[in-house]
């Protein structure tokens, strides 16, 4: 029975001896902008929005979701506490994908998920290369791809109206249209691939005007 008595007074020593664990620190971050449908801007009303932020960048197993909806008028306006630390975050709604690099920007602003650019697209011949020799270019107006003959000259193309593209785009690159062109030269015997080249510029959105994209063939 002795021994039981010492037993207990040294395990409530014990306790009274354990430190406290840390608190772990965190941050409260209100999250807002407004969300629409495409260059018509109409809104999208009472929508599911979640927000997957990823401590540190990239860790898919250090995972927390936050869901919330937008408004009638597609604003949204959500409180978010989270860990104090690197991060990485998407912004998810209507499977759109966006992500803000760093949801220290609180506003986000307007996002259209599916802006439009009216382009015209201009080849600006630095190397013309050699007769019987083919560029391989895409046709934006048809999504298919134009053989074109050597020896190349300056072309402009036939414009191209309400061109969009389906990709998932950064924060900073947001209601822009990526033209993106990735082009190849064949030729020679045997018939080979003798040079390939990718280009991509961002064009702004739902302007209305006519922008124009100039790809050099080196």
């Known amino acids: 029975m002795k021994n039981l008595f010492y037993i207990l007074i040294a395990l409530s020593v014990f306790l009274s001896c354990k ?4 608190q772990e620190e ?3 971050i209100t999250l807002s902008g407004r969300i629409l449908k495409d260059c018509s801007l109409e809104p999208y009303r ?3 929005m979640r927000l997957v932020v990823h401590m540190p960048p990239g860790n898919w197993e250090n995972t927390k979701v936050y ?6 008028s597609g604003y949204f306006n959500h409180n978010i506490t989270k860990k104090i630390g ?3 975050s998407i912004l998810q709604f209507d499977t759109f994908n966006i992500s803000p690099n760093s949801i220290n920007i609180h506003s986000i602003g307007t996002i259209i998920k599916k802006p439009f650019a009216n382009i015209v697209v201009k080849l600006k011949i630095n190397n013309s290369y050699s007769m019987g020799d083919t560029l391989y270019f895409p046709n934006y107006g048809t999504n298919k791809w134009d053989t074109i003959p050597c020896p190349l000259r300056d072309t402009v193309f036939q414009p191209v109206y309400n061109f969009t593209h389906s990709g ?6 947001k209601n822009s249209v990526p033209v ?3 082009f190849s030269i064949w030729g020679g015997l045997p018939y080979q691939k003798i040079k ?6 961002y064009i702004p959105g739902c302007t209305g005007g006519l922008d124009t994209v100039e790809i050099e063939i080196n």
Not at 67 to 72: I, N, Q, Y
Not at 168 to 173: G, I
Not at 196 to 201: L, N, T, V
């Open 180 to 182: 993106i062109c990735h």
């Open 196 to 201: 390939e080249d990718f280009f991509k510029k």
């Open 168 to 173: 998932q785009p950064n924060l900073e690159d």
């Open 19 to 22: 430190k406290d664990e840390p």
């Open 46 to 48: 009472n929508t599911y």
């Open 26 to 28: 965190t941050e409260s």
């Open 86 to 88: 690197d991060y990485s």
């Open 67 to 72: 869901g919330f909806f937008s408004d009638s």
